[in-house]
């Protein structure tokens, strides 16, 4: 039996939002943990956070970019539809401070894993600052959800269609210069984003958490897909992190390992259209011939 998908909903072009039936997941997730899913039995395995929980109705709440095959795949199902299988939780959960002020610091894609941890750190007591960022306004999503937990939204766009004009470490620089008082950031967006945050913070001396997405194959440490380098050492992201300290990250070789399988990963793409495109072609031959006789 599969996992049912409840409810969907696009948050912007390529983007996605589905609640799917996860009964054991929804009832011992915590923020910064995620699920590995399979689309079909024959499919590859993905990571993707835990954006949300329903304990309850024991549901959860995953969010995903239409960037490959997969998740071209997942975009094809609707609600009603099943998951093949999901994983989860896995990796550790986020170390949640009490009574600090806490930046979180999100881009993209990544503002889906700043919606737990913001709300996490507001039951824990915590000043919440968000810096939401993304290209243009239409790509923004869950600034509603993330503005109604956090003391304070900073938003920005790269194009300046909406909030700030500039990019999230401009926001955070500002911040910083004006004297407000951060006890920790936390970063969680494309990785060239995070190495920037860090580098904003450092000089500074705030601690900063960075929530790594190295590949993953099976989610537990076995496989060492997901290896990263932080203060000189191996480890291993889907059992060990996924957040680990920003300062001590090795950004730029993780740049390069994410692009190990470009190659493969856009001739899958390719032929999962040609094969969409000739079953559309063959359903439209067939529906065709059906109206001549």
Known sequence: MGNRIVYAKELAPKTRLLEVEADHIAKRGQAGQFIILRVNDEGERIPLTIANRN?????????????????????????????????????????????????????????????????????????VIAILGARTKELLILEEEIMSLADVTITT????????????????????????????????????????????????????????????????????????????????????????????????ELITRLAYYQPEERAASDAYHRCRMEEAADKATAEHLGTDR
């Open 157 to 252: 766009t790269d194009d300046g269609s909406y909030g700030r004009k500039g990019m999230v470490t401009h926001a955070l620089e500002d911040l910083i210069d004006e004297g407000e008082k951060i006890d920790e950031v936390i970063t969680i967006g494309p990785v060239v984003m995070m190495k920037f945050v860090c580098r904003t913070t450092e000089p500074h001396g705030i601690p900063t958490q960075a929530s790594l997405n190295p590949i993953m194959v099976d989610g537990t440490g076995m496989c060492g897909a997901c290896r990263v380098t932080v203060g000189g050492e191996t480890r291993f992201a889907c059992v060990e992190g996924p957040e680990f300290d920003g300062h001590q990250v090795d950004f730029d």
């Open 55 to 127: 304990p309850d109705k024991g549901t959860i709440t995953l969010v995903y970019q239409e960037v490959g095959k997969t998740t071209e795949m997942l975009s094809q199902l609707d609600v009603g539809d099943e998951i093949h299988d999901l994983a989860g939780p896995l990796g550790k959960a986020t170390e949640i401070p009490t009574g600090k002020t806490v930046c979180c610091v999100g881009g993209g894609i990544g503002n889906a894993v700043v919606w737990p941890q913001v709300q996490a750190l507001k039951e824990s007591g915590n000043r």
